[in-house]
Nanobody
Framework: QVHLVESGGGLVQSGGSLRLSCAASGTDFTFASAGWYRQAPGMQRDLVAEIWRNGITNYDESMKGRITISRDSAKNTVYLQMNGLRPEDTAVYYC??????????WGQGIQVTVSS
């Protein structure tokens, strides 16, 4: 079982930056992939970014060029650096983690609010 805790969200002005963190804990696991999703009120949950074990990354087109997903394997933590934030980026952001033996596991979500 893997437990995920997101941090780093909050309120930021349009054009600002935030770095979200997703710390994984639990029994020994081998990382396979991780991702960040977001869900605005009344909308479906959409993939924002993902990173695979081999380092390959994938980004949602609407945020491409403004975000970077990365991971620190020593800290079992995945990051999402977001720059040039816009009001339409306001949502609850969720991290997910898939191991070689199970998943995906989900975090509880963290609010990101971008004011205009």
């Amino acid at each position: 079982q893997v437990h995920l805790v997101e941090s780093g969200g909050g309120l930021v002005q349009s054009g600002g930056s935030l770095r979200l963190s997703c710390a994984a804990s639990g029994t020994d696991f081998t990382f396979a992939s991780a991702g960040w999703y977001r869900q605005a009120p009344g909308m479906q949950r959409d993939l924002v970014a993902e990173i695979w074990r081999n380092g390959i990354t994938n980004y949602d087109e609407s945020m491409k060029g403004r975000i970077t997903i990365s991971r620190d394997s020593a800290k079992n933590t995945v990051y999402l650096q977001m720059n040039g934030l816009r009001p339409e980026d306001t949502a609850v952001y969720y991290c997910t983690l898939t191991t070689l033996s199970g998943g995906p596991y989900w975090g509880q979500g963290i609010q990101v609010t971008v004011s205009s």
